[in-house]
């Protein structure tokens, strides 16, 4: 299993360009989460998906946004990028069971908003 | 609100030197507390969960500790390789899955 992929693990964008972060996750769980971590601070969720066709938002969905149309992707969708969104993202995973809660993360994606 | 508060921010110890990592949290009922590990430039790799109050987990020369209102990560005999940023997160017990992280332990081991 190569657990939670995402591409690019790197990008440079300009002030209002749009960008897609990938992400796809082949251990067939349920839910799938967006974060954002910026130094110093913790990480903070964006957005997150139960299932396929279901999304909602987390502490900081401003700018951005997502979409769940298979059980393995979760793309995330940034609009008009502005400085702020500077940052490094995480996807993640988890089955979403009682007692089978443990989020896996992906490798990270570096965003550079100029 | 959920918070957990991590000390210290960093930690320098000399190869084989233990010590301890705290974690402490507030939450509206505690579902979970997670440990991970984070190398620089990837992403978090998970350690332990840790389900209620006197419950203890090993893994290799860490031992995770929960109390009623804190965690804490217990290295032993630590080498170099165990050098990371550690992060600790909770689950309340409120509807969604949703981890509460803090802002992590960074660790440095020197030989």
């Known amino acids: 299993n190569a657990g939670v992929t995402q591409t690019p693990k790197f990008r440079i964008l300009k002030i209002g360009q749009s960008m897609t972060l990938q992400c796809a996750q082949d251990m067939n769980h349920n839910y799938m989460y967006w974060y954002r971590q910026d130094p110093g601070m913790g990480l903070k969720l964006i957005y997150y998906?139960?299932?396929?066709?279901?999304?909602d938002k987390g502490e900081v969905p401003n700018g951005y946004n997502v979409s769940r149309s298979t059980t393995e992707d979760f793309p995330l969708r940034l609009e008009l990028a502005a400085p702020s969104q500077t940052s490094v993202y995480f996807c993640a995973s988890s089955e979403g069971l009682l007692n089978q809660e443990t989020q896996y993360f992906g490798p990270g994606t570096r965003l550079l908003v100029l | 609100e959920d918070q957990v508060t991590q000390s210290p921010e960093a930690l320098r110890l000399q190869e084989g030197e233990s010590s301890s990592l705290n974690c402490s949290y507030t939450v509206s009922g505690l579902r979970g507390l997670f440990w991970y590990r984070q190398d620089p430039g990837k992403g978090p790799e998970f350690l332990f969960t840790l389900y209620s109050a006197g419950e203890e987990k090993e893994k290799e020369r860490l031992k995770a500790t929960l109390t009623k209102k804190e965690s804490f990560l217990h290295i032993t005999a630590p080498k170099p390789e165990d050098s990371a940023t550690y992060l600790c997160?909770?689950?309340?017990?409120?509807?969604?899955?949703?981890?509460?992280f803090g802002t992590g332990t960074r660790l440095l081991v020197s030989p």
């Open positions: 998906s139960v299932g396929a066709g279901i999304t």
């Open positions: 997160a909770v689950r309340a017990n409120t509807g969604f899955q949703k981890l509460v």
